[in-house]
Nanobody
């Protein structure tokens, strides 16, 4: 399984970006997809997940209402639409596919994911 994250860049506060996570070696619908981010000097944190069950979506409070996770089986990719970006959203963003023993109760835990993309940097600054 390989994941390729892309779409990061420099954006002004209030702007939008859409991150992509292209998958190979696995169908994008076969596993839950998690999005994480790591800000400079901070630990990596979970921000969103789309499950295999009815594509239910989960968000942490820091991004709920501003970010939207999705996936497209036709392109075999997952997406993270980020709106109303803030300087505190500056981070390297990662996508990951869930492990075989995944439970949605633990979607925020890094140990719930077995394959990771390389990360894409998002900088929110004026």
């Amino acid at each position: 399984v390989q994941l390729q994250a892309s779409g990061g860049g420099l954006v002004q506060p209030g702007g939008s970006l859409r991150l992509s996570c292209a998958a190979s070696g696995i169908g994008i619908g076969e596993r839950a997809i998690g999005w994480f981010r790591q800000a400079p000097g901070k630990e990596r944190e979970a921000i969103s997940c789309i499950s295999t069950e009815k594509d239910n979506r989960y968000y942490t409070d820091s991004v709920r209402g501003r970010f939207t996770v999705s996936r497209d089986r036709a392109t075999n990719a997952a997406y993270l639409q980020m709106n109303s970006l803030k300087p505190e959203d500056t981070a390297t963003y990662y996508c990951a596919t869930s492990s075989n023993r995944f439970s949605i109760w633990y979607w925020t835990s890094e140990s719930s994911y077995s394959s990771w993309g390389q990360g894409t940097l998002v900088t929110v600054s004026s």
